[in-house]
Each structure stands twice: as structure tokens, then as C-alpha cells.
């Protein structure tokens, strides 16, 4: 009897040598590599389910409550012309999510634990700081878009708002527990309801639909016009959010891929077309709420509504639409929950990827949801609704300093050979994300200049 040859091993990939530490146990260790991926024989179909669901946990980040501020001010002062600039961001946005994705794909490790691995403990410390501060920002605009979406619905006073969003908590354990893919499915089924009550406010609000597909082409003005070029920083700044490039650059790690370069690159593919699909979801809410905007109040004369309150309370009476308000505050709802449940988990990624510890996850919610709550609260009992709009505003600034800390590394480490073997970025890619990256930097300062000295 004639013994078969063994089969022949297969071939090994060159080791990635460019980073300072080995690599490190994963962050979501919970619930990493748990969810099975076909072969790469399977359809396409199949294998795009399978790695369907980090890109809307992802694109959660993009419609937040601190988005609707700056959408509501650039449609009702400038109609649709803002559009374009939606639009760029969310391009901007899709070439940034697939670069945090093939990260975490190609090297195993977070944005958090790139950054550990590459920098001096000292300067990996900063980055940490003040990547907490850019969460908290976050977690503040979810506390105070919830509390007024309670108010708005249930006249719940602002306050106690505030204080039940500590409840999250519990919620949160809860999903998490049941396992990721349950996890992504409720983020999946708010984003479908946010998605269905916008729809209706278009419908109700009746645009100009030519001067919509106008706004979508770029316009001399908003770079001429300096009250206009703010607005439209605002925009870019609360669209493209530092911690969604942390939190994605991680959770496309959930899936069980082939550790080869065939299942790398298969696992590249169907995670960018996860998160561009569903960025183009969030493109659609952001400037739904424009465009809402540019119908009801621009066109109508009322061209400073840029308080959520006010929004609420005018578009019944101008729509003419007795739901228009109520779907209104039940999407800004959905909008805070979706983000408070992907900022949790951004939160636990950041802490355990900088500084290799593991904290009982109720206990980095606590914390996290109290450094939110404690100046919300505050601000809601002596300034009222005018004190939390400009809190919500505040919020966007803060994380538009912390967005070219996470933006800069990431395309540092995506176009390094040493770092990324096979899978660094193509010349003309990396060209591209420093001239993307050049320009959030160069507009978030300029922004930050106008808010605090302009």
C-alpha cells in the first residue's frame, strides 16, 4: 500500500516587523472572532452577509444628535447649498472607515493598540487622553440628544433627562451578553427607523427638488462667504467622528477569517462595502435633516432655527404635518440610543488598546456616562435649553481637535510596508488620505480659531 505524500503547507506570509511590541490580546476579547465567515468559494452574497454589520454600528457615529445642530443652521440659513458639503464628508469618511478596517484586517490590532505599539509610552499617553476626552464629548452629545427627545415626547423636564441615561448601562450589558450579531442587529433596526422617519419628513416637507440635486455640486460661496465656511466646518467637523476609526478598526475583528492573505483580502472587500453602504445611509439622514430644514424654515423666512427645541416645536405649524413633530423627536430618540450603545463600546476599545487594561464593562460605562452627565446636569439646571444647545455645540468642537490625532496615525500606519506587508496603501490611496487628512486639519483649525477668538 502506497502512503500519499503529505499535503504541502501552505505558504507563509512574510512577517509584519514594523512595530515596536508584538501584538497584544485583542480588545472585545468577548467577542472576537465569533462570528463565522463562508469560504471564499461561497457567494457573494453569502460572504457579504456574513460581514455585514460593523459598517452600520459605524455609521451610527455620523448621524448622532450632535449632527443635527449643524444640519438644522445650514439649511435654514443657507438652503440646500451645504449639501456639498454633506456630501465631501461622507466621502471623506468612507476612505477613513476602510482604512481603519483593513488595520485592524491585516495587523490584528485597534487603532488604540497601533498607536501603543508605535509611539513612546509618554506620547501614546496623550493620544489616550485625549481620545477619552473626544468619548466624553460624544457621550455628552447622546446624554443631552436623549434628554431632549424625552422631554420632547413625554415632557419630561430636561434634568431627570439627564440622569435616566445613566439606565444605558443596563441595556447595553444586557445586548452585549446575547452576543455581537444581536448587538448589531438592534443598531441596524434603529438606523431603519431613523432611516423610515426622515423619509416621511422629506415627503411632508415637500423640497425643491431641482435646488436639492443643485446643493449636492459644490458652490463658490461657501468658501467665499465666511459665515457660510463656518457652518460648513461644523459640518465637516461633527461628520467624520475620531472614535468611529477606534471603534471599526476593532469590531471588523468579530469575524472568523483565514489568517492568509487570500482571507485578508476577502475580509478587505466586504468589510469596505459594508461601511461604505452604510455611510451612504448616514449621508442620507445628514442631509435629510438639511433639506428639511432648507423646506420649512429657509424658504418659509425662518433662517436661524438651529435649536433642536425650536425645530420641534415650528414644524407641525409650518409643515402643516401633525406627525412631522413626534417622528421628529422619535428619530432623535433612536439616534441618541444608537450612539450610546457603539460609544460604549469605543470606550472599552480605547482604554483596553492604550493602556492593556481591562475593566468590567458596567464599570467603564459608569464612568464614562458620568463624566457625560455630571456637566450636562449641570448646565440643564442653571441654563436650561439654551445652556444644553450650546453644550451640544461645544461638544462638536472638542471632537473636531481630536479627530487629526486619530486621522494622521492611521493613515501613518495604513501606507507603511513594514507595518502592513502587502496590504499598504497604494500610492495614489496615500496620496489622497494625507490630502483628506491636510484639509480636516487645516478647516478644524480654522474652526476652532472662529469659536474661540473669531
Not at 123 to 140: F, S, Y
Amino acid at each position: 500500500m502506497t502512503i500519499p505524500p503529505p499535503a504541502p503547507a501552505p505558504p507563509q506570509e512574510a512577517p509584519l516587523t514594523g512595530w515596536r511590541r508584538p501584538r497584544h490580546a485583542p480588545s472585545l476579547v468577548e467577542v472576537f472572532g465569533s462570528i463565522k465567515v463562508p469560504p471564499a468559494s461561497a457567494s457573494f452574497w453569502r460572504k457579504l452577509f456574513a460581514f455585514w454589520g460593523p459598517g452600520l454600528m459605524v455609521a451610527v457615529g455620523y448621524m448622532d444628535p450632535g449632527n443635527w445642530a449643524t444640519d438644522l443652521a445650514g439649511g435654514s440659513r443657507y438652503g440646500y447649498t451645504l449639501l456639498s458639503v454633506i456630501l465631501i464628508s461622507n466621502l471623506f469618511a468612507m476612505l477613513l472607515q476602510h482604512l481603519a478596517a483593513k488595520l485592524g484586517i491585516v495587523t490584528g490590532r485597534d487603532l488604540a493598540q497601533a498607536c501603543r505599539d508605535h509611539y513612546s509610552k509618554p506620547v501614546a499617553m496623550v493620544l489616550w487622553v485625549l481620545c477619552e476626552i473626544a468619548i466624553a464629548a460624544c457621550d455628552l452629545a447622546e446624554v443631552i440628544g436623549s434628554a431632549i427627545a424625552l422631554n420632547l415626547l413625554f415632557g419630561l423636564p430636561l434634568a431627570w433627562g439627564v440622569v435616566l441615561t445613566i439606565l444605558d448601562v443596563l441595556v447595553v450589558l444586557m445586548l452585549q451578553s446575547r452576543g455581537f450579531r444581536v448587538l448589531e442587529s438592534i443598531v441596524g433596526g434603529l438606523i431603519v427607523l431613523i432611516f423610515g422617519c426622515f423619509l416621511y419628513e422629506i415627503i411632508v416637507s415637500h423640497p425643491d427638488y431641482f435646488a436639492l440635486l443643485k446643493g449636492l455640486v459644490p458652490q463658490p460661496q461657501v468658501v467665499t462667504n465666511p459665515q457660510m465656511l463656518y457652518v460648513a466646518i461644523g459640518i465637516l467637523g461633527a461628520t467624520v467622528m475620531p472614535h468611529n476609526l477606534y471603534l471599526h478598526s476593532s469590531i471588523v475583528q468579530t469575524r472568523a477569517i483565514e489568517q492568509t492573505e487570500e482571507g485578508r483580502r476577502m475580509a478587505i472587500k466586504f468589510s469596505t462595502i459594508d461601511s461604505t453602504v452604510a455611510l451612504f445611509l448616514a449621508f442620507f439622514v445628514n442631509a435629510a435633516i438639511l433639506v428639511m430644514a432648507a423646506a420649512a424654515f429657509h424658504s418659509t423666512g425662518r433662517q436661524n432655527v438651529a435649536d433642536i427645541n425650536e425645530a420641534h416645536q415650528l414644524l407641525t405649524p409650518v409643515l402643516g404635518a401633525g406627525a412631522a413633530s413626534i417622528v421628529f423627536a422619535v428619530a432623535l430618540l433612536a439616534s441618541g440610543q444608537n450612539s450610546t450603545l457603539t460609544g460604549t463600546l469605543a470606550g472599552q476599545i480605547v482604554m483596553e488598546g492604550f493602556l492593556d487594561l481591562k475593566l468590567k464593562l458596567w464599570v467603564r460605562r459608569i464612568i464614562t456616562r458620568g463624566i457625560a452627565i455630571v456637566p450636562a446636569l449641570i448646565v440643564t439646571l442653571l441654563y436650561g435649553e439654551k445652556g444644553t444647545g450650546e453644550l451640544l455645540v461645544l461638544s462638536q468642537v472638542i471632537l473636531s481637535f481630536q479627530l487629526s490625532f486619530a486621522v494622521v496615525p492611521l493613515v501613518l500606519f495604513t501606507g507603511s510596508k513594514a507595518k502592513m506587508g502587502v496590504f499598504a496603501n497604494k500610492p495614489w490611496v496615500q496620496i489622497v488620505a494625507w490630502l483628506v487628512s491636510a484639509i480636516i486639519i487645516l478647516l478644524n483649525v480654522y474652526l476652532l480659531a472662529q469659536t474661540f477668538w473669531g
